[in-house]
Nanobody, 121 residues
């Protein structure tokens, strides 16, 4: 599966933004997908994940209640709707195929290019 994130930008604190992850490859619609982010000087961290059928989601505590992950398998696209954004959400956001679930979620395969999200205070 090849994944490409897009849709980042600059938004004010409290604002909203939706980023997209376009998936390609014959197994794209049958792959669990996760969003991760990497802030300057920090390690890449898990944000949210969704199962291939779209029925089950999982979020990091830091974004629970503010972010929503969804997918449209007809378009081979996974979305991350981000509301009530905070300056600490500023990071490069990446999507990746994932394995495991809950605290055991891990990415696998290539990362692809991320998309920059900047939240101004």
């Amino acid at each position: 599966v090849q994944l490409q994130a897009s849709g980042g930008g600059l938004v004010q604190t409290g604002g909203s933004l939706r980023v997209s992850c376009a998936a390609s490859g014959r197994t794209a619609s049958r792959t669990d997908i996760g969003w991760f982010r990497q802030a300057p000087g920090k390690e890449r961290a898990f944000v949210a994940a969704i199962t291939w059928g779209g029925r089950t989601t999982y979020y990091a505590d830091s974004v629970k209640g503010r972010f929503t992950i969804s997918r449209d398998n007809a378009k081979n696209t996974v979305y991350l709707q981000m509301n009530s954004l905070k300056p600490e959400d500023t990071a490069v956001y990446y999507c990746a195929a994932v394995t495991g679930w809950g605290s055991q979620i891990k990415s696998f395969g290539s990362w692809g290019q991320g998309t920059q999200v900047t939240v101004s205070s």
